[in-house]
Nanobody, 116 residues
Framework: QVQLVESGGGLVQPGGSLRLSCLASGSIANIEVMGWYRRNPKQRELVAAI??????NYADFAKGRFTIFRDNAKNTVDLQMTSLKSEDSNTYFC???????????WGQGALVTVSS
């Protein structure tokens, strides 16, 4: 089974940028959807997702600030985050699964802290 490992989390000042990377242990070429999620009080919420065909979907809070990239050759999915706000502080999870379904595979998470 493919395993997902996130990297790139850390401390950044408000207004700063950070890039998260998710490396899969196997091929992601046939995985319908790769995405990034983060916690909210009730459940993990979608941040951004990208299909195997390159279609993208962003949460409203991510639009215009975050960009998701998928590289099937390198088996990576990155999340470029800009104009970060304190409320973006969270644990971000890489996930993989089927379109329209709850992801089946999850990474361990990468902690992002936005603070001065």
């Amino acid at each position: 089974q493919v395993q997902l490992v996130e990297s790139g989390g850390g401390l950044v000042q408000p207004g700063g940028s950070l890039r998260l990377s998710c490396l899969a242990s196997g091929s992601i070429a046939n995985i319908e959807v790769m995405g990034w999620y983060r916690r909210n009080p009730k459940q993990r919420e979608l941040v951004a997702a990208i299909t195997s065909g390159g279609l993208v979907n962003y949460a409203d809070f991510a639009k215009g600030r975050f960009t998701i990239f998928r590289d099937n050759a390198k088996n990576t999915v990155d999340l470029q985050m800009t104009s970060l706000k304190s409320e973006d502080s969270n644990t971000y999870f890489c996930a993989a699964g089927l379109l329209g379904k709850v992801p089946e595979l999850w990474g361990q998470g990468a902690l992002v802290t936005v603070s001065s």
